[in-house]
């Protein structure tokens, strides 16, 4: 079967770094890819890693091992508008599944 | 601009009514979906589309349809609407046939079955 497993709810305080992990198992791999949703609003892409390595957009960062099954999501400099909740997503032989999500909540 | 479109934004229906959500958009995508969002769950995915009389079941397609008459517009029906079906319901698009390559998400319909 396929699976994907995120903490629930991470805390971090306004500046930090806070890392997010996601660890999948799938029928196969194409990708992984990270989603923000704000309350009430619709997710939104982020990142997408196919390849080992870690992938840099501005203060957001995206890393993957596929040896290891294992993805995260590096958010640094955090601001009060990235709470919100942080989806990773799969694609494995058959299809896309999407994690439970992890809830990030930014204190002053 | 390009974007996706859904309506209504909000629904609240009788159980056993036939309930059909609408989405558009104007991306040009081939491919388009319909996921489902509850608490604990995350989105999980009722039916995708890769083109014009193309559509495939998801994970939780019991009690869901979908027609695909044109590339801009991905119905989705509720045949005979159930509680169970409460939810948030996010339709999205994508240039690339396998996901998650980047999705656009429409803004969302809340659906209340009562």
């Known amino acids: 079967g396929q699976s994907l497993e995120q903490p629930s709810e991470v805390t971090a305080v306004e500046g930090a770094i806070v890392q997010i992990n996601c660890t999948y198992q799938t029928s196969g791999f194409y990708g992984l890819s990270w989603y923000q949703q704000h309350d009430g609003g619709a997710p939104t892409f982020l990142s997408y890693n196919a390849l080992d390595g870690l992938e840099e957009t501005g203060r957001f960062s995206s890393f993957l091992s596929r040896s290891d099954s294992y993805g995260y999501l590096l958010l640094q400099e955090l601001q009060m508008k990235d709470s919100a909740s942080y989806f990773c997503?799969?694609?494995?032989?058959?299809?896309?599944?999407f994690g439970a999500g992890t809830r990030l909540f930014v204190k002053a | 601009d390009a974007e996706i479109t859904q309506s209504p934004r909000h629904k609240i229906t009788e159980t056993g009514r036939q309930v059909t959500l609408a989405c558009h958009q104007t991306?040009?995508?081939?491919?388009m979906f319909w996921y489902r969002q509850d608490l604990g769950h995350g989105l999980r995915l009722i039916h995708h589309?890769?083109?014009?009389?193309?559509?495939n079941k998801g994970e939780v397609s019991d009690g869901y349809s979908v027609s695909r008459s044109n590339t801009e517009d991905l119905p989705l029906t509720l045949e005979s609407a159930a509680s169970s079906q409460t939810s948030v319901y996010f339709c999205?698009?994508?240039?690339?046939?396998?996901?998650?390559?980047?999705?656009?998400f429409g803004p969302g319909t809340r659906l209340t079955v009562t």
């Open positions: 997503a799969v694609r494995g032989n058959f299809k896309t599944i």
């Open positions: 999205a698009s994508s240039e690339f046939t396998d996901g998650p390559y980047e999705q656009y």
């Open positions: 589309s890769y083109g014009v009389q193309d559509t």
């Open positions: 991306w040009n995508h081939n491919n």
